[in-house]
DNA sequence: GACAATCTATCTATGCATAGGTAGATTTTG
DNA sequence: CAAAATCTACCTATGCATAGATAGATTGTC
């Protein structure tokens, strides 16, 4: 997911520069993949030398392993607030899936989805985050299905282990598609498609 | 997709040079991405200098659109013989999605997968094949779900083009959750949840 | 001998990284 | 509290490896 659609950059030049380079070096691997920038991009997204960037993050590991853990955190903010506002699991549910529509918008990966594909050639730290990354989206989402499902909110037809790793997939495999296409097309379908299997409880309390 | 799981590398060396630089090429795409795989990588693999490459493709971009022709060219023949094997339309089906089986097992994406993930970076022409290939799996597969129900051979739950989107969608970004699990765990898994809605006509032609 | 296929040698551009320096703030301590 | 020490956040300059590409032999083969 795409969590981690920083806030709006909050008065942008104001952030400190490591905060700025990871907001920098994010939406670069997003648009555009982990091989495919270099130091020289980011220090000319931010108006400072190469050299200087390596003053805060020693090797671009380090930097890609500090852009997964600010990501991961990102991630449990999301799925707290999306806990605490109290709705049912298939808002839960939906708030979820939302946080894939800006980045479908703006012709983007998610960064996990992004780095998973350039995963053999990761340095190794930054791959075992991507692979938490994963594993936390999907259990959350089995996890709110069950529970769903186990307080009555919600009809749920299928496993919902298998329902949240085709979720998760979807979802990634959508943002691969969408680039091109009208915005928030693909997540739109494939989302309705996924809601089809995890409907409302409506009436009969059935068997 | 990945269709072009070339055909179990015939002999191997007896090939001629430019199938196996894009043997070897396509192979590399798949396991570390576009980007991540240069002439020197390729003339190490198949024992000759990088400038000889340039011989037989002068760019890496003609390269990149030579191995998504043949990426093409894969696809159409097999969706040619899953149609003339004479199988349902559940059975087509199934035989398009066993395509990804391998590609899951040996931990790769699909080439156009993987590429699809690089776009921005790609040479024009090669982002245009990209584009194709997905459009061309999506609409065989839209296409066998309507054809399939109007034979009456499927009890269709939902939109067959939304049904086709996320289908193409979760085999795709199955395989990029799919690394580092047990073979074929993400493809059988998505396709399970795809073939509930997409079942054999068997009994009553109800109303 | 002509053409195909490969080679050696080399080029330019770029990537990540390091060494070493500097201006200015902050902290320590006599 | 002022001088000394240290730290922060940059800089210039440079190294060394790799990337894609080219020119111009050389070799093999019909």
Redesign the interface.
């Known amino acids: 997911m795409n969590a981690a659609q920083r806030p709006a950059t909050p008065t942008d030049a104001a952030r400190d520069t490591p905060t700025r380079l990871l907001d920098a070096a994010q939406q670069l691997v997003q648009?555009?993949?982990y091989?495919?920038f270099s130091y020289k991009d980011l220090a000319a997204e931010i108006g400072i030398r190469t050299a200087s960037i390596h003053y805060h993050f020693k090797t671009k590991a380090d930097l890609g392993a500090a852009l997964m853990d600010r990501y991961l955190d990102d991630l449990d903010d999301a799925l707290t607030t999306i806990d605490r506002a109290g709705g049912d699991a298939r808002a839960r549910l939906a708030a979820f899936v939302d946080t894939y529509r800006l980045t479908e918008s703006q012709?983007m990966?998610c960064l996990c989805?992004?780095l998973?594909?350039?995963?053999?050639?990761l340095p190794e730290p930054v791959g075992q985050r991507v692979?938490r990354f994963?594993t936390r989206s999907?259990t959350w989402v089995r996890d709110t299905i069950a529970r769903g499902a186990a307080a009555g909110e919600l009809a749920v037809?299928?496993d919902p282990s298998?329902?949240a790793?085709?979720l998760?997939?979807?979802?990634?495999?959508?943002l691969?598609?969408a680039?091109?296409r009208a915005p928030s097309a693909?997540v739109d379908?494939?989302a309705?498609?996924f809601f089809?299997?995890v409907r409302p409880q409506t009436p009969s309390p059935s068997p």
Chains 1, 2 share one sequence.
Not at 116 to 121: E, I, Q, S, Y
Request: aromatic fraction near 0%; glycine fraction near 20%; charge should be negative.
């Open positions: 648009a555009r993949g091989n495919a012709g990966l989805g992004s998973a594909a350039d995963l053999a050639t692979a994963l999907e037809d299928g298998a329902l790793t085709t998760i997939a979807s979802l990634q495999g959508g691969l598609l680039r091109g693909v379908v494939v309705g498609i089809d299997r």
